[in-house]
């Protein structure tokens, strides 16, 4: 069985390396991928409570925190092509939507 201190050390690195690609890149699909990548940090700490306190309910939180990522994929990748065909860009610094 694996500690629970490493398994948090992993989360740590996971979410930090998702804070990482959401402000260092200017893709808009690379920016959705750092956030599912904090969402998978986020769910590797609640299993690793869940298995640590013997208890289901952070398994289950993850399966919905789990549903949310992927409507947030979904939606978010919508997005991410509307912006591509009106802009013909997906960098996230040339978006201005709200400018006139």
């Known amino acids: 069985m694996v500690r ?22 200017r893709n808009a699909v690379m920016v959705l991928m750092a956030i599912e990548l904090m969402l998978n940090a986020v769910n590797v700490n609640l299993v690793a409570f869940a298995t ?10 993850a399966l919905f925190v789990i549903a949310v990522a992927a409507a947030e994929v979904g ?24 400018r006139w």
Do not use: M
Request: proline share 2%; charged share 15%; glycine share 8%.
């Open 4 to 25: 629970l201190p490493l398994v948090l050390l992993f989360s740590a690195v996971l979410f930090s390396a998702g804070v990482y690609g959401v402000l260092a890149r």
């Open 52 to 61: 640590a306190l013997r208890d289901v309910v952070g398994q289950v939180f």
């Open 75 to 98: 939606i978010g990748l919508a997005i991410v092509i509307l912006l591509y065909r009106t802009r013909e860009s997906i960098n996230v610094d040339e978006v201005n939507l709200l």
